[in-house]
């Protein structure tokens, strides 16, 4: 019984992440270039802060502002050592010291500093990616919940995080590279990450990352922990007078979410080839926020889409109009928050799903006393949001726990 | 040293003359009355038809560079609209591919990679902080682009794949500084920079070269965040230091309030020796002439520079882009772009990158605004530097110039 309930669940509540591995590892792979495809796994990287957004903004009620931190600590770590790799002495012969990164030596730096030196092991390299961005959201985010810091004043202070992080980065460039970051990175162990092949194999192991991602969110989502951050986010004060540790859980949120960025960052460190400070600033991690908004900040799924249609919205914009696709951008925004508040997500729940319900409904000839509400008018005439939303109501936020 | 590397370069051409010699004779017909075959003139599927070539402009039309970069723009545009106007290039117009870096250096990949690998442009003129450059450089090296970039900057580089316009650090610094310490008998200098590569990179040949070679004394030197606006602390420290120049090389808004708080202070031409390598006319607008007037800057072109071809250039970017239109020192290397590479390209009698890069060492370019201009072999460009006094209107009066042209020495040794 238990099995069949799984597989049902499975049934029910996977095929949205199948469509979406469907169109990520078949759909584009074969009807794009390698170069858009590259493109499409740099907009992929952003993904995984949009859906840390979706567990952390959505899902537990907590609005950060600071994600680009984690996505660029994780970016920074995996570029670090791509950097020593592609920083031999051979290659470096011509700088005043040889051997060290080549910002290093414009900085009048004559030795590595120690903290980079582990960096050579690739194995630690990917341990502190995760580690680093998790240890450094669980300082922040233990230091604020445990004082019940929240709500605009969390972002506020996720914020000046940001903020102090990109200045400290620009600040320390004989260390980090300054305003132009790591760049020029070449192989990784030998393996030349610019070259076609390793474009197609790192987009694969992206998706694939990706995807497991979603499937490991979204059983947070169903666990008991789901349905808690829920009743955190509703009304805190509840679960914590029912004996929860309200704070822990959303330590345990945050560094979730800061992990994910940060995996993010190191695949983005390698399918784009550097790292710079301008992902680690206020500007950046605001824009991963719309992009969870655009998707709707209830979906994992539909966080994935709103990162696409945003970041596919930008380049194509700006390739075919490059005088105007800022205005064209905004457009965008104001229009999908104007016209559907819950995103491309809320949109398939108010406008696909009572379809795709009327039209099964009518196919089996069950029950015609439940058409005439006629949401097959709906898609073409949204006169309504309000009432919309209105009757939405319930039905929406129980199955936005499951979309 | 300069000597051991002049040589190694005098080498290098000769081993590119060497190899581009085959090429010259398998081509005899290149030269001569219709254009060539498109076959001939591009053997690597760029974006050349029998009537176009295709070349991208990549700068940051938005963004907090824009107001930097639109010069660059328009003068690119300029000189693409005056080579066309004259029949192209080996017989083909010029078609341009805008696209917008937007200030941010992964647009800037981006934007290059798309120019590269789907557009195939032949050329690509762009670029103008040294992050936007660093970032797009290993593409174009990887994909075997050609970077027309126009800015001043930092030197430490050398690309096949890359055409620097604008001066390097040396050749705008040393003679600023040797003309400091011999007409202005500057013995001390206070060093000031905005905290990135160019200016931290300069003031360190600046430093050595006032330690070692003027033999004078820096008795300052600080940095300051980009987009600082407060210079009290600084103002401060100068007046403790009381230094004979003040050397300056503030970037972006920061210069407005750098300026008007120096006069502020009673820090003013009369007064004080200053001399600056980032304020160029564009920068003056923002400034506004009256807080500046009587400090100098060390540039290799000055709009009221006076010669026949700038008096030409002047006059066609007005009329283009209107009476108020100012130009400054990068919107002059910007202009310089287009031409080398038609020069280049007609040199190599064909579109190839591998070719046009080899071609490039020794192509003079007679009717530059500046005066006269001819790629080195390491690709950056032969130039005069001249010293400009401010005036209140947001000008320069040309004070000096350097005897002759200067070699460009992107890695000069015991500077480093």
């Known amino acids: 019984m238990k099995a069949n309930g799984l597989i049902r669940t499975v049934y029910g509540n996977y095929w949205s992440v199948a469509i979406l591995a469907l169109i990520l590892l078949v759909l584009f792979p074969l009807s794009m270039d390698i170069f858009r495809l590259n493109l499409v796994g740099k907009y992929l990287t952003y993904g995984f802060v949009a859906i840390g957004l979706v567990m952390l903004w959505g899902y537990a009620g907590v609005l950060s502002l600071g994600q680009g931190v984690f996505f660029g600590l994780g970016g920074y770590a995996m570029a670090m050592f791509l950097k020593l790799e592609a920083s031999d002495p051979v290659s470096t012969a011509i700088q005043s010291t040889p051997g060290i990164p080549d910002f290093m030596d414009w900085n009048q730096l004559t030795a590595l500093p120690w903290w980079w030196q582990p960096f050579h092991s690739l194995p630690f390299a990917l341990f502190a990616v995760i580690a680093v961005p998790s240890l450094l959201a669980l300082i922040i985010s233990f230091a604020m919940f445990k004082r019940r810091v929240g709500g605009v004043y969390f972002a506020i202070i996720t914020q000046a995080v940001a903020l102090i992080l990109s200045v400290l980065i620009i600040g320390q460039q004989g260390f980090t590279g300054g305003v132009n970051g790591i760049t020029d990175l070449k192989t990784l162990l030998g393996w030349d990450i610019r070259s076609d092949s390793a474009r197609y194999v790192l987009y694969f192991a992206n998706a694939a990352l990706l995807l497991g991602a979603i499937v490991l969110c979204r059983l947070i989502q169903q666990s008991k922990l789901g349905t808690l951050l829920l009743a955190m986010r509703d009304k805190e004060d509840r679960v914590r007078f029912s004996g929860y540790d309200v704070a822990m859980f959303k330590v345990f949120t945050f560094c979730l979410a800061a992990a994910l960025s940060a995996i993010g960052g190191a695949m983005f460190a390698l399918q784009v080839g550097f790292m710079s400070p301008s992902f680690v600033g206020i500007v950046p991690s605001i824009e991963m926020v719309i ?49 559907f508040p819950n995103g491309l997500a809320g949109l398939y729940e108010s406008h696909v799903k009572p379809w795709l319900a009327a039209r099964r409904s009518k196919a089996t000839k069950a029950a015609a006393r439940v058409a005439p509400t006629a949401p097959t008018h709906r898609p073409t005439a949204p006169a309504s949001p309000a009432a919309a939303a209105g009757e939405l109501g319930l039905a929406g936020k129980i199955s936005s726990q499951i979309a | 040293m300069s000597k051991n590397q002049h040589c190694s370069f005098k080498r290098r051409s000769f081993m590119i003359g060497a190899a581009a010699l085959p090429l010259m004779l398998a081509m005899p017909l290149a030269a001569h009355a219709a254009p060539p075959a498109t076959a001939a003139v591009n053997t690597t599927k760029l974006a050349v038809t029998d009537t176009e070539v295709t070349v991208g402009q990549l700068h940051s039309a938005t963004g907090t560079m824009a107001i930097s970069e639109t010069g660059s723009i328009q003068a690119e545009q300029l000189a ?49 902080t040294s992050a936007s450059r660093k970032a797009v450089l290993p593409i174009f090296e990887k994909e075997n682009g050609m970077l027309y970039y126009p800015t001043f900057y930092e030197g430490l580089e050398q690309s096949k794949n890359v055409i620097y316009t604008g001066q390097e650090a040396t050749q705008q610094i040393l003679y ?82 750098f300026y008007k708080q120096l006069k502020a202070a009673g820090i003013t031409g009369d007064k004080q020796f200053l001399l600056t390598i980032s304020v160029t006319e564009d920068e003056m607008l923002g400034i506004g002439g009256e807080n500046t007037v009587g400090f100098y800057a060390a540039m290799k072109y000055f709009q009221s520079l006076d010669n026949p071809n700038n008096k030409k250039f002047v006059e066609a970017f007005k009329a283009k882009y209107g009476k108020n239109a100012v130009i400054g020192d990068v919107t002059q290397a910007a202009y310089l772009g287009p031409w080398l590479w038609k020069a280049s390209v007609e040199k190599a009698g064909s579109f190839d990158i591998d070719k046009v890069a080899a071609a490039s060492g020794g192509i003079e370019f007679k009717d530059a605004p500046e005066g006269y ?38 890695f000069p040794k015991g500077y480093q």
């Open chain 1, 291 to 339: 992009f969870a908004a655009i998707g709707g900040r209830m979906s994992l799924v539909g966080a994935i889409y709103g990162t696409l249609l945003v970041n596919f919205g930008k380049t194509y914009f700006s390739e075919s109009f490059p005088d105007l696709w800022l205005f064209l951008m905004a457009a965008l925004f104001i229009g999908v928050v104007m016209a």
């Open chain 2, 373 to 410: 201009v001819k790629i080195h072999p390491n690709h950056h460009l032969w130039s005069k530097t001249r010293i400009g006094q401010m005036q209140s209107d947001g000008q320069f009066k040309v004070v000096t110039e350097s005897p002759g042209l200067i070699e460009p020495n992107p």
């Open chain 2, 176 to 257: 600023g500084l040797d003309w400091a310490a011999k007409e202005k008998k500057a013995k001390t200098y206070f060093l000031i920079g905005s905290d990135y590569i160019w200016p931290r990179t300069s003031n360190k040949i600046a430093r050595k070269h006032i330690e070692n070679v003027i033999k004078g004394k820096v008795v300052g030197e600080e940095y300051y965040p980009l987009g600082q606006t407060n210079f009290n602390s600084l103002i401060n420290k100068i007046k403790v230091a009381k230094p004979d120049a003040i050397y300056a090389i503030v970037v972006g808004g920061s210069n407005v309030a």
């Open chain 2, 80 to 128: 693409i609209d005056q080579i066309n106007a004259l029949g192209g290039v080996l017989g083909r117009k010029i078609k341009v591919i805008k696209e917008d870096g937007a200030s941010d250096w992964p647009t800037f990949a981006e934007k290059s990679k798309k120019l590269l690998v789907n557009d195939r442009v032949a050329a690509v003129f762009g670029c103008w």
